[in-house]
């Protein structure tokens, strides 16, 4: 029987950077994947591929709508190639997810194929079909991911009532989509398809979209897909999603009790993702898992057994890849004996749909609510030189501040490219920065990052230079 300091269940992003800070920190390491590929959700149905169509349709969707004002003249008409589209969208995953597969190799880090399963709390055995093994790990770290949710009510037939794992391989562009969750998901799925001549209706249980988000970002996100011809349909409550041949019908009540149905060839479920942990037998080794599917854990991502840690999509927190890497980090570093710290306030989030949406640290919902006083600084992108030299004028950079101390508190960007932006303000948040101190640093001209600086001159001093 192979023997380990660590076994890390699922090759994810939590899990595969476990794997190798552990082989770095000169751990023996394995790692179980139950799939023929590394990488999870986030490289094969997540992150990767719907990157790749993200930008693959903004290509389409320039050419067809921008290039012209830009005096590209291209003769005849574009066509779109869907089927290459999509056949491009899975060769960035096969290297991807074989770039994993080579850092395993690099870093002597032992991968086993197979649904691995506790035993007990330092055995674990792995199923691949008929082949059976067990090894047996002095530290064990689950990261076994998420998958989609769905309403109790809603029969996913994978076909046309669908999750984002098939809307990232549909061999035909909808007629008419409909998207159920005005989340991250859906408005980035429901972008794609719009863009490649779809129509798309969004049908939402709460208010306002991407509700965990500053309200702003909400409404100028809202402002800028309805532009793009995407509908939206706020405070609906879904009831029922039936399909006939081809059509498909979903019944909702909307804010005035009134019923009311939409239909589609084509309807995308995205309300979310629930921790998996089908199979693990987590019970064998004493692990408690919520009725939800969550395994709790304390602030060293240690579960109720001292060996056994839980990282990433199946703990408490926000379902995101980085998320869940920076916390494989830190439990390899746990058991190696180090005293690493993750301030999850300081973990981005962002929406990749065009203009992109990025967040870190508190909301304006969340400071009024915590009672905290404070000061908004806000400048509109399409004040910058930069965004009129590209065309993106959509956004704006909002930072709110401590009132006393000016320390910088949250910053909420939409806009082209903040996906990359908010890191800056990841860093100066880090380091405890002023709104002053972001005003006082020189910022590369024509750039979107002075759209960053102008928003903190409006926060420290109500001084904007460019409005």
Known sequence: MAKYDVAVIGSGPGGYVAAIRCAQLG?????????????????????????????????????IKHFEEHGIEIPGDIKLNFKKMIERKASVVDQTT????????KNKVDVFTGMGAFKDATHIEITNGKKKDTIEAKNTIIATGSKPSTLPFIKLDKDRVITSTEALSLKEVPKHLL??????????????????????????????IIPTMDAAQSKELMKAMKKQGVKFNLSHKVSAVSKKGKEIT?????????EVTFKGDYCLVSVGRKPYTDGLKA??????????????????????????????????????????????TMVAEIIAGQKPHINYNLIPGVVYTWPEVASVGKTEEQLKEGNVEYKS??????????????????????????????????????????ADLIAEAV?????????????????????????????ALAATENRPIHI
Do not use: W
Request: aromatic letters at 4%; charged letters at 25%; a negative charge.
């Open 377 to 418: 600084g806000q400048f509109p992108m399409r004040a910058l030189g930069r965004s009129r030299a590209s065309g993106d004028l959509d956004g704006f950079v909002k930072i709110l501040s401590d009132k006393e101390t000016d320390e910088v508190l949250g910053v909420h960007m939409v806009g082209a490219r903040v």
């Open 179 to 208: 998207v159920i969750g005005g989340g991250v998901i859906g408005l980035e799925l429901g972008q794609v398809y719009r863009r490649l001549g779809a129509e798309v209706t969004v049908i939402e249980y709460l208010d306002r």
């Open 250 to 258: 979903v019944t909702a009540t909307d804010k005035k009790d009134k």
């Open 98 to 105: 074989k770039g994993i597969a080579f850092l395993m190799d």
């Open 27 to 63: 751990l023996k390491t394995a790692i179980i994947e139950k799939y023929d590929v590394m990488g999870g959700t986030c490289l094969n149905v997540g992150c990767i591929p719907s990157k790749a169509l993200l930008d693959s349709s903004h290509h389409y969707e320039d050419a």
């Open 283 to 328: 019970e064998n080794a004493g692990v408690k898992i919520t009725e939800r599917g969550m395994i709790d854990v304390n602030d060293h991502l240690q579960t109720n057994i001292k060996n056994i840690y839980a990282i990433g999509d199946v703990v408490r927190g926000a379902m995101l890849a980085h998320k869940a890497s920076e916390e494989g």
């Open 427 to 455: 860093v100066a948040m880090e380091y405890r920065a002023s709104a002053e101190d972001i005003a006082r640093m020189s910022h590369a001209h024509p750039t979107y990052a002075e759209a960053v600086k102008e928003a």
